[in-house]
Structure formats: C-alpha cells, structure tokens
T-cell receptor
Framework: GAGVSQSPSNKVTEKGKDVELRCDPI?????LYWYRQSLGQGLEFLIY????????KSGLPSDRFSAERTGGSVSTLTIQRTQQEDSAVYLC?????????????FGAGTRLSVL | GDSVTQMEGPVTLSEEAFLTINCTYT??????LFWYVQYPGEGLQLLLK?????DKGSNKGFEATYRKETTSFHLEKGSVQVSDSAVYFC??????????FGPGTRLSVLP
C-alpha cells in the first residue's frame, strides 16, 4: 500500500501562531515516531507512539509542543505560539511494533518556516 | 544514554573512488544498527542494517559490518557513482523502541 504520508508538505506561518502537522502512517504499523531535522543538522527525536499512547515524550523541546494519535493511525503534532527556532523539517516515521529489529519507514516531511 | 557519532562532512569524492563513512556508537546491551540515506528532496530510506555482532549489511554496493569490539558500523562502497550523492545517517535501536540517529554525513560525488 501507500507509504507514510505527511501534510502539508510546506507550511509558512507567522511567529506566535499555532500550527498542526499531520502524519498518516503505513496501514497496520502500530509504532509512530516524530523527528525534527533542522538545517544542516541530524534528526532530533521528538516523540514515539505505540498505538495511541506515547511511552516516550522525552524529546519534546518545550510545553509548546504536543502530539496525539487517534485510532492507532493518524497522528497530529501541534506547535503552539511558534517561534523562529521552530523552523525545520518535521519527519514522521512508522514501523511494525513488538520486535526490536523493526525498520522505520519515513514520510517526506513537512517543512515549517516561521517568519 | 545511547548515542551515535559519525564523521563530519561534507565528503567530496570523484566517481569510482572508494568510500568510507565512519560510525561509532554507545549503547547498553546489543543494539540493532542501521544506515539510512536521504537523497536530495526526498525522505529518509533504509540503506542497510545489521542486528547482531559480526553481521554484515549490504545493499546497492554498500556494506557495513557490526563490530562490537570497536562499537563501530562503518559504511563502505568500493566505487561510488554520482547518483550516490546524498546524506547518510547512521542509527541504532537499543533496548527501547526508540531510534537514535547520528548527525548525518553529506556525500558529493563529482563526475
């Protein structure tokens, strides 16, 4: 079936506005991950979901960041009161769970620009 | 905590040159190790993986061997092509479900 789908592909917003980024994982993948990739930087882990619960939220950079997942499928990453330093590519990945050897499949990302 | 270190880029090579991108890791237990590649304008995709010591992952002419004694997983290719130009990320999956990625190494191959 289809791969991991993220929307929008690009988002330009003004400082102080809230934004929502969406991720549709591969059907049947119970694990879902959010990462942030800043210009010239590596991947920064944000949060991981197993089903609808988030056992690891350790990477969320501040309380302005939150994420939820419903129905064990679609996930939304919300950034409130955006700041210029939030500008980055936000990547979503999904994988089958229950096995530590599983592979992550990545979406193409959402490029967020905060003016 | 777990961590991954890769050689700083960018790496610039001529076509048909030999490639090595170093990767070392710190982890408790026995992590699985991965190389992901990100071609220009595209998302990350798995290049190869190894799940236990002495395993060799290989794909598209690239190879990497899981060396527990040196905690390394260096990426190699005998003859690079222009189409190999991309950013390469070393990653591990340790005791939890989380993945830890290195900072990435940008490779440019010139014709």
């Amino acid at each position: 079936g289809a791969g991991v789908s993220q929307s929008p592909s690009n988002k330009v917003t003004e400082k102080g506005k809230d934004v929502e980024l969406r991720c549709d994982p591969i059907s049947g993948h119970t694990a879902l991950y959010w990462y942030r990739q800043s210009l010239g930087q590596g991947l920064e882990f944000l949060i991981y979901f197993q089903g609808n619960s988030a056992p690891d939220k350790s990477g969320l950079p501040s309380d302005r960041f939150s994420a939820e997942r419903t129905g064990g499928s679609v996930s939304t990453l919300t950034i409130q009161r955006t700041q210029q330093e939030d500008s980055a590519v936000y990547l979503c990945a999904s994988s089958l769970a229950g096995n530590l050897k599983n592979i992550q499949y990545f979406g193409a990302g959402t490029r967020l620009s905060v003016l | 905590g777990d961590s991954v270190t890769q050689m700083e880029g960018p790496v610039t090579l001529s076509e048909e040159a030999f490639l090595t991108i170093n990767c070392t890791y710190t982890a408790t237990g026995y992590p699985s190790l991965f190389w992901y590649v990100q071609y220009p304008g595209e998302g990350l995709q798995l290049l190869l993986k190894a799940t236990k010591a002495d395993d060799k992952g290989s794909n598209k002419g690239f190879e990497a061997t899981y060396r527990k004694e040196t905690t390394s997983f260096h990426l190699e290719k005998g003859s690079v092509q222009v189409s190999d130009s991309a950013v390469y990320f070393c990653a591990l999956q340790g005791g939890g479900q989380n993945f830890v990625f290195g900072p990435g190494t940008r490779l440019s191959v010139l014709p």
